[in-house]
């Protein structure tokens, strides 16, 4: 795509969504995003690339959901790693309309967001479990399933999906810079930090203790609670003293990528973690090759 014609084309899609009152992310923002934006992907893809960006809520919603809506599809759009279809509408996790994409991206969804809005309860839990059938046999099949920030705020009785993405939320003790620890600094996923750790201001997740853990899932990203002095640590309750924020695992033959950061908006327009998550996202569609064996085995 031409670049001259990117801000008429924003402009454009602002002006259409305000007239059908859907929420839009702010211009100003998405300029910013647009600078930060990667040149091209780390890898080639392998076909044609489809993801499913579902933004749907059921509990909290996130400020900056449709900024990091805007934020995956103009990273798509410039690189060619992938094209987006972005909804709301849980009826693209169907079977037969799920079966056009290569991954789902969980894009801040909260709590049981598959569920439809009718009132007899008795179609709304076959249809949600229809759905959630339908997501599951997806992964297993060998496509991809990717998470941001609150997609571990979402169905966390649901065990399958929590193999899946990897972690239940708990809490939220810190909302502040944090250091960060590149723990798997020769993964492909994590070439970005170039082996350095790094410090980062978001709302950093903490886990239920028996998700999230080294033996299921190769972690890339821990916050280095060695550098935090006593206070800030005595947020922390894990009882295996571990906060994890980012890592890869499979489940059958599908790829999971999934970053606890996303939170806040300036998030979506820091270059290196812009670049980190397209990475993320190739290794989900396949055609990033990486090592998601737990280091712990």
Known sequence: ??????????????????????????????EKVEKALPEKAPAKPKA?????VF????????????????????????????????TEDE???EPEKLAKFDAVFMLNTTENCFRPKIANKEEADKREELLKKSLEDFVASGKGLI???????????????????GGAFVSHPWHKKV????????????????????????????????TALAKDRRYLLVMDIEKMDEKDKAGGKRKDGTYPISWINTYGKGRC????????EEIFWNPTILQYYLAGIQY????????????SK
């Open 1 to 30: 795509m031409n670049r001259l014609f990117l801000p008429a084309l924003v402009c454009l899609a602002t002006a259409i969504a305000a007239c059908a009152g859907q929420k839009v992310a702010d211009p100003k923002m998405v």
């Open 48 to 52: 044609t690339r489809n993801i499913l």
């Open 55 to 86: 933004s749907k809520t059921a509990g909290f919603r996130h400020s900056s959901i449709e900024l990091g809506t805007k934020a995956i599809v103009l990273m798509g759009d410039k690189t060619g790693a992938y094209t987006v279809t972005a």
């Open 91 to 93: 009826s693209f996790l």
């Open 147 to 165: 998470g941001v920030h609150s997609a571990t705020d979402t169905y966390k009785k649901w065990d399958a999906y929590n193999k899946m993405m």
């Open 179 to 210: 250091p960060v620890k590149v723990v798997d600094p020769k993964s492909p996923v994590t070439a970005v930090f170039d082996g350095k750790d790094f410090e980062i201001a978001d709302e950093i997740y903490m886990f239920r203790d028996d």
């Open 257 to 264: 990528f999934y970053c606890s950061l996303g939170h806040r």
């Open 284 to 295: 989900a569609l396949g055609d990033l090759e990486a090592d998601a064996t737990p280091a």
